[in-house]
């Protein structure tokens, strides 16, 4: 600001990033009018830095912001609460590790975490697990793979009963292997 001779004084309201909103003049002791408030997705209005209403200098004032936060909560198999945060507008959450509960995979959340914009719950999707059963002689020249069966958790898989060779006894030496791997 640059001296003033007169009695009139300059009053500026900026936004709380700092940018010029409005300009005033004002005579002295005289109240300064405020801009509407501004209005942000990611703030919220808490007022002013100072009051205005009696000017006896040129004077900047500053809008007061605060983020707007969301709640963020995360559920697991049994809908318990596994985490909830405050996620400030347009951040990303943070979700928690996941231990699936026995002959279950979690396979992810239900709705999006990132870009929060509102008040979200989440909920862990869950999937039956899956395994795949491969059944194989091992003989003396290598081995054979006789049937692979995909099974889910808790589901039983048909041992083979016969085999293209003329039998079904396994000679010294040779056995019948078992592999099981998780999908």
């Not at 996941?98 to 869950?126: M, S």
């Not at 079904?168 to 056995?175: A, E, Q, T």
Request: net charge negative; with cysteine.
């Amino acid at each position: 600001f640059k001296k003033n001779d007169s009695t009139d004084l300059v009053v500026r309201f900026f936004d709380h990033d700092q940018t010029l909103m409005k300009t005033q003049v004002v005579a002295m002791g005289a109240a300064a009018s405020a801009p509407a408030a501004p209005t942000h997705n990611a703030f919220k209005f808490l007022g002013w830095n100072k009051a205005f209403n009696h000017i006896t200098e040129n004077t900047d004032v500053t809008a007061q912001c605060a983020p707007v936060t969301f709640t963020v909560n995360y559920f697991g198999k049994s809908n318990e609460v596994l985490k909830t945060e405050i996620v400030d507008y347009g951040q990303d959450g943070n979700p928690p590790a996941v231990t699936a509960p026995e002959g279950t995979v979690f396979t992810g959340w239900d709705k999006d975490y990132h870009n929060i914009t509102e008040d979200t719950d989440l909920y862990g999707q869950f999937a039956t697990q899956k395994f795949s059963v491969v059944y194989k002689v091992e003989e003396a020249l290598g081995s054979e793979i006789i049937k692979i069966d995909e099974v889910e958790y808790n589901e039983a898989s048909s041992v083979p009963t016969h085999r293209k060779r003329q039998d079904m006894c396994l000679p010294d030496g040779n056995s019948l292997q078992l592999e099981i791997t998780i999908l």
